[in-house]
């Protein structure tokens, strides 16, 4: 129990570091990557506006090149702006290109223009956007088409580079920290499992010690009775001790459990089952109850003959005890890799609190304290540790008017 705890708080820090770390490197990634491509259109937007052609441009040639009349000349040009690769395609209104700035390596001039009439063709044509590792801005200069290309592939990699730095020493603290949270976690719970088995060692101490004078009540009470005979009030000290011997044997049954590793061994879990619905039919019919099976033959698992029996008791007494119908279904079937047991009885909805806590020790769904029905609360919960030490899980559900528990083991061939 506790080292799923300790798992669970590892888990839950884990996850809310992650959250932080992958939150963090997004924002800083996005915001980042937004400001730069923002910037990079603010610089395109001005190298456009300022562009010219001259005259002598408006010849049709797909020339080139740049020399005349340098039209990226900016009055006002920033450091970042000089630094800034730009590409620039003039094109008239029938898509001759008249001249193309190229400042860089990395495309040719065929490549540009190309580029700059694919822009331009596209159906729902954009006045900005990405083209691979350039950004572009489309202009209309009136008498021509201009696009403008800005080189961020410098950026990009940047951005690359960052991430996977990120991404490495992130993952490193990670695992550093998942060191640290299980220390954390264990320090966490150790006061809380120092209690818990102090709490099962008392438990356990306190049945012990209690058997004697509860026997030593009985003995006295049954010499008494030869004595006196009948006795109204002797009959209620006998009727008590009896139901506190009850509560004492339940106890440290459920000390036993948590406390000693009982032998198990491939136990045939129909046939056993099919055995234990015998004794309680009896029972059943007093209360005008009759028990419905249907169990599927040959289902085995690996388990304590003795625990299993008391476990399908345990289900079917609570749900003879607590059933408002005149029925009681129990069903063994085979799931996957594991064995069900399916016990339902008519019964009002239990509440959320009640799902949670039904299991617990002393825990009663009514509110009354009465219980001279015998149960104290602890039935479930002996079912609940008998369902652990077998590596299974069971639940309580609740569905038209009927109360299901469930229960499933690991199935062995």
Request: glycine share 6%; proline share 2%; net charge negative.
């Amino acid at each position: 129990m506790f080292k799923q705890t300790r798992l669970k708080i590892v888990i839950a820090i884990i996850a809310l570091l992650v959250c932080i770390f992958a939150g963090s490197i997004t924002a800083i990634c996005g915001v980042g990557y937004s400001a730069a491509n923002k910037r990079s259109f603010e610089l395109l937007n001005d190298y456009t506006e300022n562009y010219q052609l001259t005259p002598s441009d408006f010849t049709g040639d797909e020339n080139p090149g740049g020399e005349d009349g340098d039209s990226s000349e900016k009055p006002n040009e920033t450091p970042v702006f000089r630094l800034s690769t730009f590409y620039s395609v003039a094109l008239d209104d029938n898509g001759n290109v008249l001249k193309i700035e190229n400042s860089g390596e990395l495309y040719n001039d065929s490549e540009l223009s190309l580029k700059a009439k694919e822009i331009l063709a596209e159906e729902n044509r954009k006045t900005e956007g990405k083209d691979g590792g350039l950004v572009y801005v489309v202009s209309d200069k009136g008498s021509y088409t201009l696009v403008a290309f800005k080189d961020v592939t410098v950026f990009n990699d940047v951005i690359k580079i960052f991430v996977k730095i990120a991404v490495t020493f992130g993952c490193a603290t990670l695992l550093v920290l998942c060191v640290v949270s299980f220390f954390v976690a264990r320090s966490i719970v150790k006061p809380l499992e120092d209690s818990y088995k102090k709490q099962k060692q008392f438990v356990s101490d306190a049945g012990h010690e209690l058997k004697t004078p509860l026997s030593a009540i009985n003995v006295n009470a049954d010499m008494l009775a030869r004595e006196i005979g009948d006795n109204k009030w002797l009959s209620n000290i006998q009727y008590e001790n009896a139901r506190m011997n009850e509560l004492v044997q339940q106890l440290l049954i459920l000390a036993r459990m948590e406390k000693i590793s009982m032998p198990k061994e491939k136990l045939d879990f129909s046939r056993l089952t099919a055995g234990e619905v015998l004794p309680l039919e009896s029972v059943a019919y007093e209360k005008n109850i009759t028990i419905k099976t249907e169990i599927e033959e040959a289902l085995f698992v690996y388990g304590n003959s003795a625990q299993l029996k008391q476990l399908v008791s345990i289900l079917l007494d609570n749900a003879v005890q607590y059933s408002t119908g005149n029925e009681v279904s129990l069903t063994v079937s085979k799931e996957r890799r594991s064995v069900r047991l399916t016990v339902i009885n008519d019964g009002k909805a239990l509440e959320p609190g009640h799902k949670r806590n039904i299991f617990e020790r002393f825990y009663r769904v009514d509110d009354s304290h009465d219980n001279s029905d015998g149960h104290y609360g602890l039935g479930l919960a002996i079912a609940k540790a008998i369902v652990t030490a077998h590596d299974g899980k069971i639940g309580v559900d609740c569905f038209d008017g009927k109360v299901c528990f469930t229960v499933t083991l690991p199935s062995v061939k």
